[in-house]
């Protein structure tokens, strides 16, 4: 925020200063004139327009909201505002909540932030005229259905089950989260382009079950799209250009510089979604998730070009974790240890200076936002609203929109 008002101050410094070049200066009385007349701000700092960009990396942190952003600078620095995010110049708070509830989901929350329509909790990128689990509302387009159909390579890394809602709402529709013999394939299937290029993620055990169920198995579906599904990253070949792995687990900073190294080879840009769960219902495995998340954001940061690309970090919803004791310098997470001993299965958790209540909540989560189209993210919003900064950022319209 101050960035941004410095440059405009800067902008409007230099414009007065042209004006006063001989041979351009308006004579003194006009000067004394416009200068008297009151002006709407607007037209006093003009703001400089937005730069188009060719390239998007969401960042979503699972779970990542206010609180858990300000105890995660505290955990892994000792010091409030010491995450790389909380420098970016843009910030917005996000309003999460599904069309009939107050508290969202991962499945409303990111299928919001990617289609542009909110729905139901469960419900994955299918508008609110279905009903989860039983009808089928309309399909929503995704950020990356448009990508794709504009040409752009893909990705999708996921510290979590690549069928699971957050990732799945990228590129899957369906009217329950459960069903993840129906999404994976999906991802397969595209409507729009050639479907995801790049799709890094874990959960291969429950999903292998499910594809079974289905009638399937991650072979057959490797086969027949002529992509093997591997087990693990290091598994994907060096000439591979549309790599798939499905592991127990994944290593999201080896997976995201991958995924990175594919999609910046794109001569018309790319998209990423990079998802890193952010739950801190353990608050030390949480916080660490986010404080890890960041330093990745800031790597990536320093690979891009800011100026072609736009950079975004949001949640799909919150989470209740409260600071509320501690001193700077000290460590935030005391009492951790014989916590987690107790092994306790309690949804309060308190420690000294942490209060948790393992539920999501439902106020704004934060919208950061650094590079080409960033300023367009700014006061409260409805997380619909993401979707249309990342689609002005590459300049498109929605469909049907005039
Ligand atoms: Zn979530």
Known sequence: MANSLLHLLCLSLAASSAAAVPGHAAPDTAREEARSQPQPPEANVQAPPSRKAKNVILFLADAGGVPVINA??????GEPLRLRIQHWPHLGLSETSPVDAFVSDSANGM???VTGVKTHNGVISQAADGARGTRDGAPTKTVLEYAEEHGLLTGVVTTQSIADATPAATYAHSNDRQK???IFPQAFAPRFGDGVDVLFGAGRKKI????TAAGTS???IGRSIGRPIHEKLADVGAAE??????????????ATLKALDILQRSPKGYLLVVEWDAHTDDP???????VDFDRLVAEVEKRVDLKDTLLLFTADHSFGLQVDGGRRGGELLE?????????????????????VNDTHTGEEVPALAIGAGAERVRGYFPNTYLFDVMMQAWGWKPDGAR
């Not at 292998?208 to 594809?211: D, S």
């Not at 009492?335 to 209060?355: C, E, F, I």
């Open 335 to 355: 009492g951790y240890d014989a916590w987690k001993a107790t092994n306790s299965k309690n949804p309060m958790v308190r420690l000294k200076n942490v209060l």
């Open 208 to 211: 292998g079950a499910q594809l």
């Open 284 to 290: 030390q495995e949480g916080l660490q998730h986010v």
């Open 111 to 113: 299928s919001a932030i």
């Open 72 to 77: 995660a600078s505290l955990h892994g620095y």
């Open 218 to 220: 991650f072979e057959q």
């Open 241 to 254: 250009k549309r790599p798939v792995v499905v592991g127990e687990d994944m290593d999201a900073r080896a």
């Open 180 to 182: 993840w013999g129906e």
